[in-house]
């Protein structure tokens, strides 16, 4: 299976700040790697797929970037409502796997 | 729009059997694979399979090749996930999610075994 190591697992950053997440894959995902944001009991919601697409009705201020097997989530200016657990997900080979979570909070 | 609608909370006894519906609206239900997700209480995400619902075919992640089982009623566009001999370590949240992008999420099931 790919093993997909996330980082930070935690991170406190203020509003308005620029915020980067990153996966690492064990090998060449090509681009197919999501991200996804999942708020306290609620269900996880996609924020970019295939690396750097973004999903319709995500702000602007969510961006995805990288190929391969680096991939990164950035939060141009980051907002109170953004505070969520966040993770990525590979889907180029069986089975999926999920990175382990960043839990974000603000500062 | 798009709507995954899961069943309600469960609590159950080791041995025991259950069964998780997944309600589709908003899509053709046969135009998109379901997957399912388990996330067990202050853990990540594990990828648990997915079922063709054109064929009704399911494909198991190795750690849930026993005692799972995710099935179809296509006419009223609803998935399931049964899980057999419950164990405590089967204590978790259970999400369905829709197609091969994973786009669309269920609310999660959440499923305590306990004796």
């Known amino acids: 299976d790919i093993q997909m190591t996330q980082s930070p697992s935690f991170l406190s950053a203020s509003v308005e700040d620029r915020v980067s997440i990153n996966c690492k894959a064990s090998?060449?995902?090509?681009?197919?790697l999501n991200w996804y944001q999942q708020k306290l009991g609620e269900a996880p919601k996609l924020l970019i797929y295939n690396a750097n697409s973004l999903q319709t009705g995500i702000p602007s201020r969510f961006s995805g970037s990288g190929s391969g097997t680096d991939f990164t989530l950035t939060i141009s200016s980051l907002q109170p409502e953004d505070v969520a657990t966040y993770f990525c997900?590979?889907?180029?080979?069986?089975?999926?796997?999920f990175g382990t979570g960043t839990k974000l909070e603000l500062k | 729009q798009i709507q995954l609608v899961q069943s309600g909370p469960e609590l159950k006894k080791p041995g025991e059997s259950l069964k998780i519906s997944c309600k589709a609206s908003?899509?053709?239900?046969?135009?998109?694979?379901m997957q399912w997700v388990k996330q067990a209480p202050g853990k990540g995400l594990q990828y648990m399979g997915w079922i063709n619902t054109q064929i009704g075919k399911p494909t198991y992640a190795d750690d849930f090749k026993e005692r799972f089982v995710f099935s179809l009623e296509t006419s009223a566009t609803t998935a399931y996930l049964q899980i057999n001999n419950l164990k405590n370590e089967d204590t978790a949240t259970y999400f369905c999610?829709?197609?091969?992008?994973?786009?669309?999420w269920g609310q999660g099931v959440m499923v305590t075994v306990s004796s």
């Open positions: 908003g899509y053709t239900f046969t135009d998109y694979a």
């Open positions: 090998q060449n995902l090509n681009r197919y």
């Open positions: 997900l590979q889907h180029n080979s069986w089975p999926n796997t």
């Open positions: 999610a829709r197609g091969i992008i994973i786009d669309y």
